[in-house]
């Protein structure tokens, strides 16, 4: 069974730093994507990861994966207030549905 | 640029009740999913359709049921409600089946089983 897990779950950081989230699935992959939340809203996409050593750059944000070590990664550069949300991570586990990870809860402090 | 319309965005029922939610997906998606999220858990898929046919199956508890029509619009029936069905269920479409195209989620109807 595909299990998806990110971590940290919870990461507070202040504005100006730089931090990364990690997300680990366990079964061959290749593709990934990842997803923002606000508060009781919707799932925005934010990138679509589909070869290994894969890169996108959004802003201050910046997404790789590497299909080998069933690894990807969620960059913050330069962190901002307008960047707290849950990310998610997300592998697809069949002929349609995503797995989705854990999430991780990001809030941004002055 | 359009995207999922769900209905209604919020519902009360009581327990044993039954709800039906609505998806309109973005135009010219045929494929839509289900999925539900609990309080502070990620998502959870429940079902999936492919032009009007079901195409993947999840943790859908077998009070749920769903179809998808012909103007590719979804709807999922819920009966028996419990208060364990509490949750925001999001309807998502793409272009496309197979996990090859990005799902493009709508904005969630908050169900409240009470």
């Known amino acids: 069974e595909l299990k998806v897990e990110q971590n940290p779950l919870f990461l507070s950081m202040q504005e100006g730093k730089n931090y990364t989230i990690y997300c680990n699935y366990s079964t061959t992959s290749d593709r990934l994507y990842w997803y923002r939340q606000d508060p009781g809203k919707s799932l925005e996409s934010l990138f679509v990861?589909?070869?290994?050593?894969a890169v996108k750059q959004e802003g201050r944000l910046m997404a790789s994966l590497d299909t080998k070590a069933r690894l990807s990664t969620l960059h913050i550069t330069a962190a901002v207030h307008d960047l707290s949300a849950t990310y998610f991570c997300a592998v697809p586990g069949g002929t349609d549905k995503l797995i989705f990870g854990t999430g991780t809860r990001l809030q941004v402090f002055p | 640029a359009a995207g999922v319309i769900q209905s209604p965005r919020h519902l009360i029922k009581e327990k044993r009740e039954t709800a039906t939610l609505k998806c309109y997906p973005i135009?010219?998606?045929?494929?839509v999913y289900w999925y539900q999220q609990g309080p502070g858990q990620d998502p959870q898929f429940l079902i999936s359709f492919y032009e009007k046919m079901q195409s993947d199956k999840g943790s859908i508890p077998d009070r749920f049921s769903a179809q998808q029509f012909s103007d590719y619009h979804s709807e999922l029936n819920m009966s028996s409600l419990e208060l364990g069905d509490s949750a925001l269920y999001f309807c998502a479409s793409s272009a496309d089946s197979g996990g090859q195209e990005t799902q493009y989620f709508g904005p969630g109807t908050r169900l409240l089983v009470l």
């Open positions: 135009p010219r998606h045929d494929t």
């Open positions: 990861l589909l070869s290994n050593g």
